[in-house]
């Protein structure tokens, strides 16, 4: 299986199954001298650990992260960064029933027309397991971003559950930390959670869409053609499971606006250009302008479920499949700290080639 690895200047390889011993990533392009210590990753971990709340998987991992290689003394080394996250609860049992057929809304069936195997204990490469590996990857990412642009702040946060939408109106992102569903807004939560746990009891599961705010990201970020920051943010929020779409700033909502409407106005401020509103999410031409970044995304409802649907076995037969195993009611909560982390990477990656073209040099305006 090929390209497993993510980013240019900042790039990291993940590699590991759902069940197998462990997974990990391999980071390479971080900076010498960054402090770097395995609690700061863990941090960003402990977000996304399974089994958390009764509102995720209960699968029961610990999700301790180790780093093997290029930190010495708490400090990057300048060399490959070797992570690496034990699997410790494991239940591949639960997917005896499954090996010889295909999983409604899984990766099951084109990995099988790809590749003509597959590892069924609970999707091997394909699992959303894979993404501890993106989160580890995306805390080194943080720890620079601190090092090198100390305001720089990656938030992310649920706006939408099913039928469930935030009030933006009583947006508190003081909030975010202190529930579940990554919501900015303590008093909806309890009405979240109802909902939630009814799609549950109904053996089904909801979609969910998240939204990435990135602060006091530079100017200048992004190349104008195949290197767009937004292309990347786009492209990295995809990478996520069971991501089926992305806008930045306005997005799809742009198509209903006009261009009185949708253009950012500029004045000069006593800093620089000052934009009276942000409809672009903070990218024009592909490179940011210093405002905040906006980046949102949808997430699929979760495939396994244990309803019976409707499928085909590896000999064509056609039956019916119940999904056993511990799964997420709705993926998307978990999905949060990953955006966060990805987004990490992709600015990181556009800051070092952004240094490596223009050493920072920047227009002058006045």
Not at 42 to 53: E, Y
Not at 91 to 104: L, T, V
Not at 181 to 208: C, E, H, M, N
Not at 274 to 287: E, K, T
Request: hydrophobic share 40%.
């Amino acid at each position: 299986m090929s390209v497993n690895t993510f980013g240019r200047e900042f790039r990291f390889t993940t590699w590991g199954e759902s069940h197998g011993p462990a997974l990990g990533a391999t980071v390479d392009g971080v900076p010498p001298g960054v402090a770097l210590e395995e609690g700061f990753i863990q941090t960003f971990l402990d977000r996304r650990r399974p089994g958390t709340s009764k509102h995720t998987t209960q699968r029961r991992e610990p999700d301790r992260v180790r780093i093997l290689s290029g930190v010495f003394e708490g400090r990057t080394t300048g060399t490959p960064i070797q992570l690496m996250i034990e699997n410790t609860d494991q239940r591949s049992k639960d997917y005896g029933e499954i090996a010889q057929a295909f999983r409604p809304g899984h990766a099951d069936i084109t990995y099988h027309l790809k590749y003509g195997l597959r590892d069924p204990r609970g999707g091997g490469r394909s699992s959303a397991r894979e993404t501890a590996a993106r989160v580890a990857a995306g805390g080194v990412a943080q720890a620079v971003l601190a090092h090198l642009v100390p305001g720089l702040r990656i938030t992310g946060y649920m706006v939408q559950m099913g039928g469930m939408h935030l009030d933006r109106t009583a947006f508190d992102a003081a909030a975010i930390p202190d529930n579940p569903f990554f919501l900015p807004d303590a008093t909806a939560v309890g009405a979240w959670a109802d909902y939630l746990d009814g799609i549950r009891k109904a053996q089904d599961s909801v979609g969910a869409a998240i939204e990435v705010l990135i602060e006091g990201c530079p100017p200048g970020l992004g190349a104008p053609v195949y290197a767009k920051l937004d292309t990347d943010l786009a492209a990295a929020m995809m990478s996520i499971n069971a991501v089926k779409g992305v806008e930045i700033g306005e997005g799809m909502g742009a198509a209903a606006l006009t261009g009185t409407d949708n253009a950012d106005e500029i004045r000069m401020g006593p800093d620089g250009p000052r934009f009276l509103s942000n409809h672009a999410g903070g990218i024009l031409g592909g490179i940011s302008t210093g405002q905040p970044i906006l980046v949102r995304f949808a997430v699929k409802p979760t495939s396994s479920i244990t309803t019976p649907r409707r499928t085909i076995d590896r000999q064509g037969r056609e039956i019916e499949l119940i999904t056993k195993g511990r799964h997420d009611p709705c993926v998307g909560i978990r999905a949060v700290p990953v955006a966060e982390a990805m987004a990490a990477c992709v600015v990181l990656d556009h800051l070092l080639m952004d240094r490596a073209q223009t050493g920072g040099t920047r227009g002058t305006i006045g």
